[in-house]
């Protein structure tokens, strides 16, 4: 049985799981002690976080690195051909393309990203790889696929996946733009992390919102909106219809809110209140926010029912519903 399927039926069974040389120090401060967070912790938006977690949870097992974690966390997502959101098996734009977004950023402030890519089926390392190889942070388009191929990236056939296709010909019928919240668990997995010595870690991945108008980019690849991590303070990614949440730098946002001692949950509900405040037709709108501060304190939060996210600690694997479990 793979470390990704025994972790996930271990979590199901509600069994510990231990991780050797990722144990939690037994040294505490007097101030870590006041708090009541997990560590090591990896949170993931949506259903579809509970395989990545698992994925995520082994390779920190293997390397120690919560930076390797959230890579191969979201790497799961990116090639689920379930999944209609994230990965070159997503739904294209209007001009039935499929183009990718993502995101990766370590708690000393080094990150990376890439917009409107095509044919790269793991865009999250290739963000990675403008992190580690570029003076850069976000390469775009064509510019991302020439450093692509330059890093030996291979680029994957242009073609819809069955499901996608499927769907894009129903919608060619009308040809209506119109998002759905909750559909399709909108249109990213966000995932943040911390290890036991309380390095944090985060990454995000998308292939954005179906039938976009080609060229739109949302805010999975936009650092301080679809992602912020500092280590000083904790982590946050978000989820949902990417310009409203570019609107309010939402991750960003609530990292510096609980820069000034709110707890994860009190900065994400602030960042739902700002993000209502200012857009219109708030209820054609979905957005939800995922932060963890430097304790390992958990916080979520979203605009409508029906956000979830999954969270792995050493106790287990679970999906948490975020508006019922967090009630402000």
């Not at 976000?138 to 510019?143: C, D, M, Q, V, Y």
């Not at 995932?191 to 805010?219: E, N």
């Not at 989820?239 to 994860?264: A, D, H, K, N, Y």
Request: glycine residues 10%.
């Amino acid at each position: 049985m793979s470390q990704r399927r025994k972790f996930i039926r271990q979590s199901l069974l509600g069994s510990a799981l231990f991780i050797p040389g990722v144990a939690a120090s037994c040294a505490q401060t007097n101030e870590e002690k006041s708090h009541s967070g997990d560590k090591p912790l990896i949170l993931s938006t949506w259903n579809h976080g509970l395989p990545a977690n698992a994925d995520a949870w082994a390779k920190l097992q293997e390397t120690g690195s919560i930076l390797d974690a959230v890579e191969a966390g979201v790497r799961n997502t990116e090639v689920d051909m379930e999944n209609l959101s994230v990965g070159l098996q997503g739904l294209p734009d209007r001009e039935g393309i499929t183009t990718l977004d993502a995101s990766i950023m370590t708690g000393d402030g080094a990150c990376g990203s890439v917009a409107f890519v095509r044919q790269i089926k793991h865009p999250i390392s290739l963000a990675r790889a403008v992190m580690e190889k570029t003076p850069h942070v976000l390469l775009a388009g064509e510019g991302a696929r020439q450093f692509a191929i330059a890093q030996g990236f291979p680029l994957e056939e242009e073609k819809l996946s069955p499901k996608a296709q499927a769907e894009y010909d129903k919608w060619k019928v009308t040809s209506q733009y119109k998002p759905i919240i909750n559909i399709e668990n909108h249109d990213t997995i966000g995932m943040i992390g911390i290890d036991t010595q309380g390095k944090l870690a985060g990454s995000c991945t998308t292939s954005g919102l179906a039938y976009k108008m080609h060229g739109r980019v949302g805010d999975s690849p936009i650092i301080g909106a679809g992602l912020f991590v500092d280590d000083e303070v904790g982590a946050a990614t978000a989820t949902g219809l990417g310009e409203s949440i570019i609107r309010i730098c939402g991750s960003f946002l609530i990292v510096e809110l609980m820069r000034q001692g709110r707890t994860p949950q009190e900065a994400c509900e602030e960042a739902v209140r700002r993000l209502i405040a200012k857009n219109k037709d708030i209820k054609d709108i979905q957005a939800g926010f995922l932060a963890i501060n430097k304790y390992g304190e958990v916080g979520a939060y979203a605009v409508h029912p029906g956000f979830n996210f999954a969270k792995a600690t050493e106790s287990g694997n679970i999906l948490v519903d975020a508006n019922s479990h967090f009630k402000p």
